[in-house]
Antibody
Framework: QVQLVESGGGVVQPGTSLRLSCGASGFTFSHYAMHWVRQAPGKGLEWVALISYDGGKKYYADFVKGRFTISRDSAKSTLYLQMNSLRTDDTAVFYC????????????????WGQGTTVTVSS | QSVLTQPPSASGTPEQRVTIACSGSSSNIENHYVYWYQQLPGTAPKLLIYRTNERPSGVPDRFSGSKSGTSASLAISGLRSEDEADYYCVAWDDSLSAVVFGGGTKVTVL
């Protein structure tokens, strides 16, 4: 079945780095744009980044520009989020999600979500 | 401050109809599909409505989505206790070149 499984979360200190991974299965990963979405404790959902089906286009929320980098490896059917200069307000559950569009036509909405991985930034 | 504006809460008694509004602009809702998600406590969000008014298989027809101009809405008819959850609207925004979320609406069944 279609599945997304995140990993790489943990407890880190402010100013450090962390890389999240998301393994995809049950669909042709290289055909879909992919997203990262996060949710801070007790807060709403917040979009983080989007990468096109071929990795050629990347979009970021203003609050992560210059600190986070989204990437993908289609040979491994894996999505990544490299997070640098982490701050305490980056503490959140991070979800990997598949875009509802196909190929070069991403739509911005997601149809499949992972279960999330928790990132805690604390000194 | 979310780009898409939703009421923080909505409520109704069982079997009532509840509507959640999502207000945006010409750079998002008016010219793009709207998506709605349901999130139960402690769980990942679930797709409820896609492409403004389509329901995924398995989602009851009590849930419906619509759009008019720069606003969208989610209607829940025949409200049930299991509908108690947070609901979010989402759309692509051309001006920001970003996905924008509403702040979420907590639905309570009285």
């Amino acid at each position: 079945q279609v599945q997304l499984v995140e990993s790489g979360g943990g407890v880190v200190q402010p100013g450090t780095s962390l890389r999240l991974s998301c393994g995809a299965s049950g669909f042709t990963f290289s055909h879909y744009a992919m997203h990262w979405v996060r949710q801070a404790p007790g807060k709403g959902l917040e979009w983080v980044a989007l990468i096109s089906y071929d990795g050629g286009k990347k979009y970021y929320a203003d609050f992560v520009k210059g600190r986070f980098t989204i990437s993908r490896d289609s040979a491994k059917s894996t999505l990544y989020l490299q997070m640098n200069s982490l701050r305490t307000d980056d503490t959140a559950v991070f979800y990997c999600a598949r875009d509802d569009g196909f190929g070069d036509n991403f739509l911005g909405g997601v149809d499949i979500w992972g279960q999330g991985t928790t990132v805690t930034v604390s000194s | 401050q979310s780009v898409l504006t939703q009421p923080p809460s909505a409520s109704g008694t069982p079997e009532q109809r509840v509507t959640i509004a999502c207000s945006g602009s010409s750079s998002n809702i008016e010219n793009h599909y709207v998506y709605w998600y349901q999130q139960l406590p402690g769980t990942a969000p679930k797709l409820l409505i896609y492409r403004t008014n389509e329901r995924p298989s398995g989602v009851p027809d009590r849930f419906s989505g619509s759009k008019s101009g720069t606003s969208a809405s989610l209607a829940i008819s025949g409200l049930r206790s299991e509908d108690e959850a947070d609901y979010y609207c989402v759309a692509w925004d051309d001006s920001l070149s970003a996905v924008v979320f509403g702040g979420g609406t907590k639905v309570t069944v009285l």
